[in-house]
């Protein structure tokens, strides 16, 4: 069955406790820009569209070859729900896959394997330490009316939103395995990629 699929790259954080924003951080391993190694990640689905999740004010990207749609969080202030409201607004149909920039242990197999839970109706995110991981994972973009319902009611973590979404059956979800569970670190200060650095390092 034909899934139409949307990816989204998710590069508004505010990037405080790194000091810099982290869509420019190069990523030790390839040599990549961070913003340009998660979008050659998410490309490699061959997806119908492609977002980029922005706050209002950020300096934009260049995307050299315009196929990127800017995104915009749908009110100021909103963390990653407000991210993932508006991009799944955007998609309007069929899947949304979403990557945070700063998970730079991300691999296509790993993603791939997101994937390959999802249906064309229902989708995936893993869990990790009795966290949901919901930075790296599919969803039906039919969500879109649920993700606004929730934060303009109040609603702001993200947690809470995609476990309602699980229990409702539209979001299937597991365990991640240890090897897996280790793309989805967020790095979120100098010290944790510094640390990163020292792992690519022969």
């Known amino acids: 069955m034909t899934r139409p699929l949307t990816v989204a790259l998710l590069v508004g954080g505010q990037s405080r406790r790194m000091g810099q924003d982290k869509v420019w951080l190069r990523d030790p391993e390839t040599g990549l820009i961070a913003w340009q190694r998660q979008a050659t990640l998410l490309e490699s689905f061959n997806p119908d569209r492609c977002l980029i999740s922005m706050r209002d004010g950020q300096s934009r990207l260049p995307l050299a070859d315009g196929s990127w749609e800017v995104v915009c969080d749908e009110a100021p202030n909103l963390g990653p729900i407000g991210a993932l409201s508006a991009c799944l607004h955007a998609a309007s149909e069929g899947l949304l896959m979403v ?3 700063d998970m730079l242990g991300m691999t296509d197999a790993v993603l791939q394997g997101l ?34 319902a929730f934060w303009r009611s109040g609603g702001r973590r993200l947690q809470d939103w995609v476990g309602n979404e699980v229990r409702a059956g539209n979001l299937s979800t ?29």
């Open 99 to 101: 990557l945070a920039v």
């Open 115 to 148: 994937w390959e839970h999802c249906d064309s109706t229902t989708g995936f995110v893993g869990q990790r330490g009795g966290y949901y991981e919901p930075l790296a994972a599919v969803y039906p973009a039919r969500l879109a009316a649920s993700a606004g």
């Open 174 to 202: 597991a365990s991640l395995s240890h090897g897996e569970a280790q793309a989805f670190a967020n790095i979120n200060t100098r010290e944790a990629w510094q640390a990163l650095s020292e792992i690519a390092r022969p």
